[in-house]
């Protein structure tokens, strides 16, 4: 049993900044690779940003130069810092957690999401 819960998401003129943050609780080993994802309507679920349990981090090229990923590693939580946002920024926001069991086998956990608004 693995919960991940999202807050941070809100509304925000362009130009504006959020902070989501994710936190990780449950039954689980350890967190080996922490992301952000979002969904606009109409559209297919994208990464935003990763992070390994090491702090390397990927971004799509959308959010290069803008957003920032982090982790806690200690309160097992992800944050995506969120500067001049924009429009197109609009969605909602999904936390994914790529687990280790406890059996040490690998899962996904993904979060309920968190609605993003950015209006012009």
């Known amino acids: 049993q693995v919960q991940l819960v999202e807050s941070g998401g809100g509304l925000v003129q362009a130009g504006g900044s959020l902070r989501l943050d994710c936190a990780a609780s449950g039954n689980f080993f350890s967190i080996n690779t922490m992301g952000w994802y979002r969904q606009a309507p109409g559209k297919q679920r994208e990464l935003v940003a990763e992070?390994?349990?090491?702090?390397?981090?990927n971004y799509a090229d959308s959010a290069k130069g803008r957003f920032t990923i982090s982790r806690d590693n200690a309160k097992n939580t992800v944050y995506l810092q969120m500067n001049s946002l924009k429009p197109e920024d609009t969605a909602v926001y999904y936390c994914k957690a790529r687990l280790r069991r406890m059996t040490l086998r690998e899962s996904d956990a993904w979060g309920q999401g968190t609605q993003v608004t950015v209006s012009s």
């Open positions: 992070i390994t349990i090491s702090g390397d981090t």
